[in-house]
């Protein structure tokens, strides 16, 4: 089965309101032609989770500055300062999450499990409104698991069949969300035949991908 979608018809798959894992470390493994995309669309109401809204000229930071997001879950908002300001306005929601924490909720989300349990935050502001658990004399937090309703990834390379190769720091939050959302659309430099790809090579199989388009880089071959 041919994944391979135009950019118009990969972003009208994000409808207003929705949940929307984005990719990425800083705007680093981050689908950056969707995002723009997206903002060219005007989608708005969204609930973004995601490492970071990286900088205002970057990634998600752009949503952000087009005030594009109603909630943000993530790990720092330290890089793009229109964020905090928003937060501080009472304009964006946003929940500040330790970044072990938050990827292994979305893990979590992915695999199907009711939670996790995590010291991290125990006897902080994290804690506050969360269930405990003590276990062997240990206090741990109930972290539920996350879930959207589209993850958007960024790929080196993919096969029409959807078979996606991550290189480097692009392996971050990325095979992570491609298993915790209900459709998952990515975003890659280059797209090969069906079978191109040494299996082994393989960093997020096909099957739980569902589109596929053509970012900055080598275009579609054959």
Same mark, same amino acid.
């Given at each position: 089965?041919?994944?391979?979608? @135009? ?5 009208? %798959?994000? !409808? ?14 981050? @689908? ?8 060219? $669309? ?19 930071? !752009? ?27 009472? #304009? /964006? ?38 269930? !405990? /658990? ?6 741990? /937090?109930? #972290?539920?698991?996350? &879930? ?6 960024? %790929?080196?390379?993919?096969? !029409? ?6 290189? &480097? ?5 990325? @095979? ?19 079978? %191109? ?7 997020? @199989? ?9 970012? $900055? ?6």
């Amino acid at each position: 089965m041919n994944k391979v979608r @135009p950019l118009a018809e990969a972003v009208a %798959a994000v !409808k207003d309101g929705a949940t929307v894992m984005i990719g990425g470390f800083l705007g680093v493994g981050t @689908p950056a032609a969707i995002i723009d995309a997206l903002v060219a $669309k005007g989608v708005k109401d969204l609930t973004v989770i995601a490492n970071d809204t990286a900088m205002p000229e970057v990634g998600i930071g !752009k949503l952000v500055v087009t005030r594009q997001l109603k909630k943000a879950i993530v790990s720092h908002i330290g890089t793009n300062p229109e964020t905090g300001r928003q937060m501080i306005a009472g #304009e /964006l929601d946003v929940v500040l999450t330790p970044q072990g924490t938050l990827a292994e909720q979305i893990r979590a989300g992915g695999a199907g499990l009711g939670g996790i349990l995590t010291p991290t935050g125990v006897g902080t502001v994290v804690e506050e409104g969360k269930q !405990k /658990l003590t276990l062997a004399g240990r206090e741990y /937090l109930v #972290e539920l698991p996350l &879930r959207a309703d589209v993850a958007l990834l960024k %790929a080196h390379k993919a096969d !029409k069949a959807g078979n996606l190769v991550l290189r &480097r720091s692009a392996k971050n939050f990325n @095979p992570l969300m491609a298993l915790a959302a209900g459709t998952v659309i990515a975003e890659v430099e280059q797209i090969v035949e069906t079978g %191109a790809i040494d299996p082994d090579e393989v960093t997020v @199989p096909g099957v739980v991908v569902d589109i596929i388009v053509q970012g $900055k880089g080598v275009a579609v071959n054959g």
